[in-house]
């Protein structure tokens, strides 16, 4: 059945193959999927199963080896160098495990540089609101090391949330984090979505982490084996679990 909401994301057959045509190595293998907008999306599996390719693919910061990439209804092999990179600009927002805030610039100008580097005017009514909920109100004239990791990652979301994109891909957000540092940037994330209508689709390697989307999706070797609807953390870590077993087994 097609969703009656239109995706922010879809993939189709979505492969992405690296290494030599003698030593090929599949990171994806046809990966089909789509992401609802206004909705979080944990996406989970093993050490290499693909993860990062499939953000990377789906965000144009690499181009799959075939297979299709929409982000709403604009497909992305359709588009020049120039065209990707405005669109990742402004339609899309990507979080890092490491942070990636650049330390010359302060906490403010670190949310608006998106803007900037898409010649975008601020949204301020957007921005002020953004600034609030990720709670940098009194830290905006700070430098990021003056930050807690927490607090650093806030940024990273209110930095990704600037332009207000179609999507938020996050690669391991909470992976350099404390459990109870983790546990406020996660309910942030679930609450853009629930307060913003904005769309996360988010890696994990933690199931009390995937435990907060709405949906859990599990690759393996380049594949979705699980698509479940809010699976809880006991579940999810059983599926690994299950999942882990069948491999040892193949292996
Ligand atoms: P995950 O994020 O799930 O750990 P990745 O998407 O990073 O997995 O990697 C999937 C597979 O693709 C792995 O076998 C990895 O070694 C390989 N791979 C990823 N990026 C590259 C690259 N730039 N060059 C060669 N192989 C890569
Ligand atoms: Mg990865």
């Not at 907008?37 to 693919?57: C, D, H, I, N, R």
């Not at 990439?69 to 979080?95: A, H, N």
């Not at 699976?231 to 679990?241: D, F, N, Q, V, W």
Request: glycine letters at 10%.
């Amino acid at each position: 059945m097609t969703s009656p909401y239109p995706s922010a994301v879809r993939v189709k057959h979505l492969t992405r193959v690296y290494g030599t045509d003698e030593q090929p190595v599949t990171a994806l293998a046809g990966v089909d999927a789509g992401f609802t907008g206004g909705t979080f999306t944990a996406v989970m599996g093993p050490s290499g199963s693909g993860k990062s390719t499939l953000l990377q693919t789906a965000a144009g910061l690499d181009r799959p080896s075939s297979g299709q990439v929409w982000i709403g209804d604009t497909e992305l092999s359709q588009l020049s160098e120039t065209e990707l990179t405005k669109l990742r600009r402004t339609r899309i927002g990507f979080v890092f495990q490491a942070f990636n805030l650049i330390g010359a610039l302060t906490v403010e100008e670190n949310i608006l540089l998106p803007l900037q580097l898409a010649k975008v005017r601020a949204d301020r009514q957007w921005v002020a609101e953004v600034i609030g909920r990720v709670g940098l109100g009194d830290r905006l004239r700070h430098r990021p090391s003056a930050l807690s990791g927490g607090q650093q990652q806030r940024v990273a979301i209110a930095r990704a949330l600037a332009t207000r994109p179609a999507v938020i891909f996050c690669d391991e957000p909470t992976g350099a984090l404390d459990t109870q540092t983790a546990a406020e940037v996660l309910s942030l994330l679930r609450a853009v979505v629930d307060e913003h209508q904005q769309t996360v689709v988010m890696v994990t390697h933690d199931p009390v982490a995937a435990s907060y989307a709405d949906r859990v999706m599990v690759l393996a070797d380049g594949r979705v084996v699980r698509d479940m609807p809010q699976p809880g953390a006991a579940r999810i870590a059983e599926e690994l679990a299950s999942l882990g077993r069948t491999q040892q087994k193949a292996g």
